[in-house]
């Protein structure tokens, strides 16, 4: 969730767009006392399922959002609809190293919380989010190995820049230094 990048290529069958493929240059900033991230503005494809995310039935939504980590696995996303609907979503994850099935599995807490009333669709929200984490899911175990939180082990790009931070506060937290920290 912290890759702006990812959601053009890996959410294309729900509401990945060919206009976003470009980051823009963002900050990383102190979203409030728990979560460091950045604020930014997407518009997002429009069809299907995602209409019931968006209450509008407009092709294409503009998007004000807000993303940030909380160390240690914590991450929170924001959506501020032009309509007024606000979305939080907010996952933590247990990491593999505690779990009886070893690395090669996490578990993860999904909440999602709306300022609108999802009477009527609120099932089609949770079948539209399923099918956002299966693409995610997808995507993830497309990846060989295991992701590395030394510095010289990555390339970051300015998609990154969150991902980054984050891996640089979890190796202080736990006390970790490898050669180029």
């Known amino acids: 969730m912290l890759d702006l990048?990812?959601?053009?290529?890996?959410?294309v069958g729900t509401f990945g767009s060919e206009a976003n493929k470009q980051v823009e240059r963002f900050t990383l900033t102190q979203l409030d006392e728990t979560f460091t991230g950045y604020e930014y503005e997407v518009l997002v494809t429009n069809e299907g399922d995602a209409k019931a995310m968006s209450g509008t039935g407009e092709d294409h939504v503009r998007i004000a959002m807000?993303?940030?980590?909380?160390?240690?696995?914590?991450?929170?996303?924001?959506?501020?609809?032009?309509n007024g609907i606000k979305q939080t979503l907010f996952q933590t994850a247990s990491p593999s190293i505690s779990t009886p099935e070893g690395t090669e599995q996490s578990y993860f807490t999904f909440v999602l919380w709306r300022n609108d009333d999802v009477a009527a669709t609120g099932n089609d929200i949770v079948d539209f989010e399923l099918q956002v984490a299966l693409e995610d899911q997808a995507m993830l175990e497309a990846i060989s190995g295991e992701l590395t939180i030394e510095r010289s082990g990555l390339v970051d790009v300015q998609s990154d820049k969150a991902s980054a931070r984050w891996r640089h506060h979890l190796r202080e937290l736990i006390g970790y230094t490898d050669a180029a920290s």
């Open 66 to 82: 807000s993303t940030g980590f909380a160390l240690p696995f914590s991450v929170r996303s924001t959506m501020h609809y032009e």
């Open 5 to 11: 990048a990812h959601f053009a290529y890996t959410h």
